[in-house]
């Protein structure tokens, strides 16, 4: 009958060779080994990083008459809505192509746009915010910060 020393541990046949050897690979050890930050799962950003995207594109290019409205609670469209007026139908489509190319460089994906050939009125779809950029005749006709601000006070940017 063998006798077993409980001391020494048991192991199997195939693993002995490895006994005091990393069981990674000279790739995979550094790797598990290092303490990384894990990186955001969507690189989407959230919706204040969007707001502030916006409203410094809109400062950059000189939009006129800036307001920002809470919809937090009014609506499940967006969270932010955004109005601005351009001087002139050219202005309008620099300040939309301004805004479309910030949403682009940080990210946003799915950026829906009405209007643009026109020039009248764009609108932006960011998902949690939405922008209506208007010559100034259009904006005083539709009136959408009095329609969606309600009884809240709209914000004007500055």
């Known amino acids: 009958m063998p006798i077993f020393h409980l001391s020494a541990p048991v192991i199997p046949g195939h693993l002995r060779q490895l006994k005091g050897k990393d069981p990674l690979s000279p790739i995979a050890s550094p790797r598990a080994n290092s303490r990384r930050v894990p990186e955001r799962v969507s ?20 939009a006129e008459d800036t307001v920002t409205i809470d919809l937090t609670g009014k609506t499940a469209i967006a969270d932010t809505m955004i109005v601005t ?7 309008v489509g620099a300040v939309a192509d301004r805004v479309l190319e910030g949403l682009a460089q940080a990210g946003v994906p799915d950026v829906r746009v009405e209007g643009l050939p026109n020039c009248d009125w764009v609108l932006i779809d960011a998902g949690d915010v939405i922008v209506h950029i208007f010559r100034p005749e259009v904006r005083a006709f539709y009136n959408l ?11 004007r940017a500055s």
């Open 85 to 91: 007026s351009g001087r002139s139908h050219r202005h």
């Open 43 to 62: 690189k989407r950003p959230n919706a204040k990083e969007t707001l502030h995207v916006i409203l410094a594109r809109l400062d950059d290019i000189k």
């Open 145 to 155: 910060e009095k329609m969606w601000a309600g009884g809240t006070r709209a914000r």
